[in-house]
Each structure stands twice: as structure tokens, then as C-alpha cells.
């Protein structure tokens, strides 16, 4: 480090004082050791002021605790995140480079810089990111600064899968059968492939999240997978080599949570079960892992442990095992050398705070608890709420958050999130909305609030997983921890909508049609109570009782369209005729021929809330609009139902309308064989020419989004005409790609 850098820094220190801005509070289940870290212990300054290296829900996190802990907070933002909710939360904050990831959030040196000008004494990574970047964790060290994790040594044993695998091998610790050697020559791989035996399983060496993971099934996918999981891999994680295991067909995925201090003291805070994975990622996790003995409980904990201590290991880490369901069998998977994603629900069921914990164990103190002290109590469950399109594969989403309305948090009933309404979902980052955490005495108890909490957390603008959860949360099976990995697809007919299912689909229109009558209910009454307070020239005739028109209502007209997830690529237009009644009711007759109607009570209760009273029931429902592109979007949530209505501008909801003309439903979508973008994205490899014969299935081009590839495939058989993409290029979700003329 340079003189000049050093006097720099210092008169930093003295010269920064940051003011304090308010931040969201969100209160959970958690005990801590004391309340200020600023005292001197053995001599050592503590920490006052923490950067971390880290955007959206898990840098507010940290700031959480920091504050708690009276310590000052410094975070770094791109040109994407510059109003974002982590810098508003933050003391400080400092621009590190435009949206790309590789320009900003792993840049090392823009980081450093940050710290170095606001005057942090310590980094905190976050997740993710660099946080199990071993040359970032030296540099902090080496420029001075407190890496708030493990020792830089520990991330490069455990962070290179293949040489934790060595390493574990060595200890005793049962291994997957697999190759973790140092080749990566592609016809090399491919012959340890095959001595393997398929399916296989190819994963980076570094990072995590299911990025670059491929399952292989037979020796002809190998070539492509292996290529495709490289190139995913440097662009997550800026290393490119790989690992291969036996694919094991039915198992869970349980990881333990452990903790070292710099004294050498390790300990276990139990297990997470995992298994609930789309797209290899994690979507919900609970601890601790339901049906599981105290005996393999404890014999995981210990190989955790011996795992940590073989590396020197301290500060947060997670010591994964994938678990044979077949034969009870449990082998070493990898170590996550960070706090994990889910960490919430470890907190939950020990009290503990885990960050808290880090920036102790980051001061030099000793763990707050020994193994015999960590408590285990009741039971917790985290539901991921991501950005994304369910019914095209959990492909990511991006868009505006028009309505955001999270429910309100609890001692048992946590929303950790790192967006506003009115923030974008961007194509550069991982499309996390919030992560769900709820607590209860056991796991039943947890799984009814988890159930009662995905019914009221609503987001509107872009497609979120939250109905899926709610499906899942309800599935019987999910219900008696029939947990593995291949959960999703073993029960996709029933979580996921099949498209031309008759019976299905003619059931959710039937639900969709009460819920259209319900919002043309409540648009109206809000209307009829906003006119009241400020009538200008007093209520349209449509709300008043004129005696000359004796038992005449007049009526009003809405339509509104709907999409039928079971119905393929079409839509489902809804006549709504309204009459208001001389008793201040809504009379609401659905459909042309109005034989179905309903008479409601309505009660605007402020803003987008109502209580609604029909077919002699009373309930609580609420309603978002917002306008997008020349048409108005409705959203309603009551009960667990939760429904989306689009109507096209322009048409006059206080007056009769004639029948409008449908649009013709193939407007929407493109003509045969025409292959449209699934989601926003760049092209990162261009497999056809214009004029190529292809096979239907037959890979075309990649796109990467959110740092997840996607193969784009041939609709069918033909020839590539059309062809309106570049290497390198930016597209938009639904954009024309090419088209597959018939040969």
C-alpha cells in the first residue's frame, strides 16, 4: 500500500462523519450477545464503520444488524441501483461502475477504492458476488480492511469444489462418485463421463446457486452441456472449470450451518432441508429438516464441523450434503464458504442473530455460544419470491414493481427484501423480489402461516412465483416432507397449469368471473366515494334514483380481459354490466346473455382496500391498478385468489358501451414459426444460419439473463429464415428472433 493511500485513509477516518438516514426496521426472533461493538477488547479497535460489497435484500440485511450494533454503513451501488433501497438504507453510499456486474459489483479495485474513501474498516460480502472470491478476501486483508468471513485460505481450499472434494476424501467424509481432478480437456472429461457412468451431473468448480449445472443424461448431450456450463460458469463466477459427479436420482438436498471463531472454536446451529429446487436453485427452505433422526442430525453436525476445521475454518459457512433417500446414505456436496440465501431460518429456530455472530467473530471475539448452548426451537420455513415467468420454465422476468405490498412483519413473520414499488426488476441482477420467513412451534404450525402469508403477499406489474409457492405450500405431499429434489417435476401436474386442459380451464374461468365482478364492484364504489367528497357538478345521473324512472336502473358497462393459464396462447374476454341499486348495492351481471350475476355490498375502506358482501359472505378484498402501454391493469386479491385484468384504454366506463370488437387473439402472438425471445437477454452464441435445414428440438442460439443461460430450440422442423439477432446483442422479451419455415 502506497504512502499516499494511507495518509489518505486516515484523514478519511477523521474527517468522515456520516449522518444517519432512516432505514426500514423489520423485527424477528433473534437474541443478541450485547448492544455496542465499539469497545476495545484485548487492545483490538472493534468496528465502526462497515462497507458492504452487496445490492438488494441482503445488503439491507446487513445494515439491519449494523445499525442495531450502532455501526456506520457504506454501500456501493451500479448506475442501475443508484435509487435503490440498500442505498437509501445505507449512511453512505458509493457508485462502483455501470450496470454489468463485471463492471461493478466484481470489481475488486472500485470496491477497495470505496472503502478507502469513505473510511470502512471492514467489508462485508454479502452473497454472491465476491463473496467467495479468495483473491478479494486477500486483498481486503492486504489493504488493510476486516474481511467480514473466512480466512482467504479456507475460501480457496473449499471454494474450488474439486479440491474440497480431495480434502474431504481425505477426512473420511463419504464422496459422490465423480472426477475432481485438475484436467478440463473436453475429450478427457467426456471419458471420465462415461467411466462415471450417466446421467452425470456437471458443476463449476467455484460459486453456487445452481449456475452453470447441467444434467446429462447420455453421452451425445455431453459436448454441449459441458461447453454451455463453462460458459455460464466465468460469466457468474469469472472461472470456467468443472467437476463431474453421479447424477443421484432421488435425492435431498440438507446442509448444516456452521460457525468458527478465530480461537478455533467450531459449532454446528443445525440443518436446512433444501430440496425444493426449479432450475437447481433453492425456492423454499425450512430447518430444521423435517423427519431426520437425532442421531443422523448429530452425525451430520460432526462431519460439518470436521469439515470447517480441516480448513482453518471460521466465521458463517454451510457444509452441503446431498442425501441418498433410497439407502439413508449422506455425502459431502460442497461448502458454501458465506452466509447463505437462507440463514433466516437457522436464525429463527436458534434466536440467534448470524450476522451479529460475523462481525464478532470478524473483531476477534469468541463464538457467543458453545454447542451445548445453541438452542432448537420450533420450526421455520423461507419462500424465495422471484421475478419470474412460471409457465414459460421459471424463466426470469423483468419489469416495474407498479404494487408492491409485502404483508406486515412479526416476531415469527419476516419480509426480507431490497425493493420499493416503483423499483425495476433488471436483466442484470438475480430477480429476487423478498425471501418470506415465517416461524412457528412446529412444522405444521409454520406451514399454516407460511400458506396464510403467501395469500397476502401481493405484487403486481411484472410475473412473480408467488401462486406457485402457495400451490406448493398445499400440496399434500409437501405437507408429509416427501421432500428430494425432483420434487417439482414429480408433481408438475399438479402445481403447474396444464395448457387445452377443458375441465381446468373452464373451472378458473369460473373463479376468474366472480373475481371480475368483485372489481367492477369496487371500481365503481370507489369512484361513487371519491365523486361524493368532491362531486364536480354533483354524482353522474348513473348514481342517483330518478322517480321518473321507476324500477329502472340505469346500466353501465365493463369489459375486461383476462389471460386462462390453461388455455394456450388465448385470452378470455368478460361483459360486466353494472346496475346500482336504490339500496346502494351493486347488481353485477357477467356475461352477454347475463345469466350469472351478483348482488354486492361494497365498503371502500381507503385507498386499494374494501370490504365486499356477496352470496352472503363478507370478506376483505383489495384491488391495484395501474396503466401500461394504452391499457389499464387490475389486480385483486381476496381470499387465496389473486387475478390479473387488462382493458384497453379508451373505453368510457360511465357510459353503456356496445359490444366491443375482440381483438383477434393471435395478435398477441406471432405467426408460425416464428421463435420470439422467452425473456429479456443477451445472445451469447448464434448456432443457425439463415437458410440452414434444422430439426424440430434442435438447438438455434443461447441467451444469457439474470447470468443463467437459456438454449433456444427449434419450434420445428424446416429452414432458418429471417434470422434479425447478432452475437453480443441486447433483446426484449417477445422480440422476433427468426422464423422456421417448413421445407
Known amino acids: 500500500m502506497s504512502i499516499t493511500t494511507i495518509i489518505h485513509r486516515k484523514l478519511n477516518r477523521k474527517l468522515h462523519r456520516s449522518f444517519n438516514k432512516q432505514f426500514i426496521y423489520t423485527p424477528f426472533r433473534l437474541s443478541s450477545?450485547?448492544?455496542?461493538?465499539?469497545?476495545?477488547?484485548?487492545?483490538?479497535?472493534?468496528?465502526?464503520?462497515?462497507?458492504?460489497?452487496?445490492?438488494?435484500?441482503?445488503?439491507?440485511?446487513?445494515?439491519?444488524?449494523?445499525?442495531?450494533?450502532?455501526i456506520q454503513?457504506?454501500?456501493?451501488?451500479?448506475?442501475?441501483?443508484?435509487?435503490?433501497?440498500?442505498?437509501?438504507?445505507?449512511?453512505?453510499?458509493?457508485?462502483?461502475?455501470?450496470?454489468?456486474?463485471?463492471?461493478?459489483?466484481?470489481?475488486?479495485?472500485?470496491?477497495?477504492?470505496?472503502?478507502?474513501?469513505?473510511?470502512?474498516?471492514?467489508?462485508?460480502?454479502?452473497?454472491?458476488?465476491?463473496?467467495?472470491?479468495?483473491?478479494?478476501?486477500?486483498?481486503?486483508?492486504?489493504?488493510?480492511?476486516t474481511f467480514v468471513g473466512?480466512?482467504?485460505?479456507?475460501?480457496?481450499?473449499?471454494?474450488?469444489?474439486?479440491?474440497?472434494?480431495?480434502?474431504?476424501?481425505?477426512?473420511?467424509?463419504?464422496l459422490v462418485p465423480g472426477y475432481h481432478g485438475h484436467e478440463q480437456d473436453i475429450n478427457i472429461m467426456k471419458s471420465e463421463a462415461d467411466k462415471i457412468g450417466y446421467p452425470i451431473l456437471i458443476k463449476p468448480t467455484h460459486g453456487g446457486g445452481g449456475k452453470g449445472m447441467r444434467i446429462v443424461q447420455s453421452p451425445k448431450e455431453f459436448v454441449d452441456s459441458f461447453l454451455g456450463a463453462q460458459r455460464e460458469a466465468a460469466a457468474s463466477f469469472g472461472v470456467n472449470t468443472i467437476l463431474l459427479e453421479k447424477y443421484i436420482t432421488r435425492p435431498r438436498h440438507i446442509e448444516v450451518q456452521v460457525f468458527g471463531d478465530k480461537q478455533g472454536n467450531v459449532v454446528y446451529l443445525y440443518e436446512r432441508d433444501c430440496s425444493v429446487q426449479r432450475r437447481h436453485q433453492k425456492i423454499i427452505e425450512e430447518a430444521p429438516a423435517p423427519d431426520i433422526l437425532s442421531d443422523f442430525r448429530t452425525r451430520l453436525g460432526q462431519a460439518a464441523v470436521s469439515a470447517a476445521k480441516a480448513v482453518?475454518?471460521?466465521?458463517?459457512?454451510?457444509?452441503?450434503?446431498?442425501?441418498?433417500?433410497?439407502?439413508?446414505?449422506?455425502?459431502?456436496?460442497?461448502?458454501?464458504?458465506?452466509?447463505?440465501?437462507?440463514?433466516?431460518?437457522?436464525?429463527?429456530?436458534?434466536?440467534?442473530?448470524?450476522?451479529?455472530?460475523?462481525?464478532?467473530?470478524?473483531?476477534?471475539?469468541?463464538?457467543?455460544?458453545?454447542?451445548?448452548?445453541?438452542?432448537?426451537?420450533?420450526?421455520?420455513?423461507?419462500?424465495?419470491?422471484?421475478?419470474?415467468?412460471?409457465?414459460?420454465?421459471?424463466?426470469?422476468?423483468?419489469?416495474?414493481?407498479?404494487?408492491?405490498?409485502?404483508?406486515?412483519?412479526?416476531?415469527?413473520v419476516r419480509v426480507e427484501t431490497g425493493v420499493e414499488e416503483g423499483d425495476t426488476v433488471s436483466m442484470h441482477y438475480d430477480p429476487m423480489i423478498a425471501k418470506l420467513v415465517v416461524w412457528g412451534e412446529n412444522r405444521a404450525a409454520a406451514l399454516v402461516k407460511l400458506k396464510d402469508s403467501l395469500s397476502k403477499f401481493q405484487v403486481a406489474g411484472l410475473p412473480t412465483n408467488i401462486e406457485f409457492l402457495y400451490k406448493l405450500a398445499n400440496h399434500r405431499a409437501f405437507a408429509n416432507s416427501e421432500l428430494e429434489t425432483h420434487f417439482i417435476d414429480q408433481f408438475k401436474d399438479d402445481l403447474l397449469a396444464t395448457p387445452n386442459n377443458s375441465a381446468s380451464a373452464e373451472a378458473a374461468y369460473d373463479t376468474a368471473k366472480h373475481s371480475a365482478a368483485l372489481v367492477a364492484a369496487c371500481i365503481c364504489e370507489k369512484e361513487r366515494t371519491l365523486l361524493k367528497k368532491s362531486p364536480p357538478g354533483g354524482l353522474p345521473v348513473w348514481?342517483?334514483?330518478?322517480?321518473?324512472?321507476?324500477?329502472?336502473?340505469?346500466?353501465?358497462?365493463?369489459?375486461?380481459?383476462?389471460e386462462n393459464e390453461y388455455r394456450d396462447n388465448t385470452s378470455d374476454h368478460l361483459t360486466l354490466s353494472i346496475d346500482y341499486l336504490p339500496n346502494g348495492n351493486y347488481l353485477i351481471k357477467i356475461g352477454e346473455n347475463s345469466f350469472s350475476y351478483l348482488e354486492a355490498t361494497v365498503t371502500h375502506l381507503g385507498d386499494?382496500?374494501?370490504?365486499?358482501?356477496?352470496?352472503?359472505i363478507s370478506k376483505n378484498v383489495n384491488l391495484a391498478s395501474y396503466v401500461t402501454d394504452q391499457t389499464e391493469h387490475f389486480h385483486i386479491w381476496h381470499g387465496s385468489n389473486h387475478h390479473h385484468f387488462k382493458q384497453k384504454l379508451g373505453l368510457d366506463l360511465l357510459d353503456n358501451l356496445e359490444t366491443h370488437d375482440h381483438r383477434n387473439r393471435e395478435s398477441a402472438s406471432h405467426p408460425p414459426g416464428t421463435v420470439a425471445a422467452p425473456m429479456s437477454g443477451l445472445v451469447v452464441k448464434i448456432l443457425v444460419k439463415d437458410g440452414m435445414k434444422v430439426e424440430e428440438g434442435q438447438p438455434?442460439?443461447?441467451?444469457?439473463?439474470?447470468?443463467?443461460?437459456?438454449?433456444?430450440?427449434?419450434?420445428?422442423?424446416?429452414?432458418?429464415?429471417?434470422?434479425?439477432?447478432?452475437?453480443?446483442?441486447?433483446?426484449?422479451?417477445?422480440?422476433?428472433?427468426?422464423?422456421?419455415?417448413?421445407?
Open 33 to 70: 450477545s450485547s448492544t455496542n461493538l465499539t469497545n476495545t477488547e484485548n487492545g483490538n479497535r472493534k468496528i465502526e464503520k462497515l462497507l458492504i460489497a452487496n445490492r438488494g435484500e441482503i445488503a439491507c440485511r446487513i445494515m439491519r444488524t449494523a445499525k442495531r450494533l450502532g
Open 312 to 412: 482453518g475454518y471460521h466465521n458463517a459457512g454451510t457444509v452441503e450434503f446431498i442425501v441418498d433417500t433410497l439407502s439413508g446414505e449422506f455425502y459431502f456436496m460442497e461448502m458454501n464458504t458465506r452466509l447463505q440465501v437462507e440463514h433466516p431460518v437457522t436464525e429463527m429456530i436458534v434466536g440467534q442473530d448470524l450476522v451479529e455472530w460475523q462481525i464478532r467473530v470478524a473483531n476477534g471475539e469468541s463464538l457467543p455460544l458453545d454447542q451445548a448452548q445453541i438452542p432448537l426451537s420450533g420450526h421455520a420455513f423461507e419462500a424465495r419470491i422471484y421475478a419470474e415467468n412460471v409457465s414459460r420454465g421459471f424463466l426470469p422476468a423483468t419489469g416495474v414493481l407498479q404494487y408492491y405490498h409485502p404483508l406486515p412483519v412479526s416476531e415469527t
Open 700 to 743: 438455434m442460439l443461447v441467451m444469457e439473463a439474470m447470468k443463467m443461460e437459456h438454449v433456444i430450440k427449434a419450434p420445428s422442423s424446416g429452414i432458418v429464415s429471417g434470422l434479425q439477432v447478432a452475437l453480443g446483442q441486447q433483446v426484449s422479451d417477445n422480440s422476433v428472433l427468426f422464423n422456421v419455415k417448413a421445407a
Open 150 to 174: 473466512p480466512p482467504a485460505s479456507a475460501i480457496r481450499e473449499m471454494g474450488d469444489k474439486s479440491a474440497s472434494k480431495r480434502i474431504m476424501g481425505a477426512a473420511g467424509v463419504p
Open 543 to 562: 348514481y342517483t334514483h330518478v322517480p321518473f324512472r321507476l324500477n329502472h336502473h340505469a346500466t353501465r358497462t365493463i369489459e375486461l380481459e383476462w
Open 73 to 145: 454503513t457504506v454501500a456501493v451501488y451500479s448506475d442501475a441501483d443508484r435509487h435503490s433501497l440498500h442505498v437509501k438504507s445505507a449512511d453512505e453510499a458509493v457508485r462502483i461502475g455501470p450496470p454489468p456486474a463485471r463492471s461493478s459489483y466484481l470489481n475488486s479495485s472500485s470496491i477497495i477504492e470505496a472503502a478507502v474513501r469513505t473510511g470502512a474498516q471492514a467489508i462485508h460480502p454479502g452473497y454472491g458476488f465476491l463473496s467467495e472470491n479468495a483473491d478479494f478476501a486477500q486483498l481486503c486483508e492486504n489493504e488493510g480492511f
Open 608 to 616: 386499494h382496500d374494501f370490504r365486499v358482501e356477496a352470496d352472503g
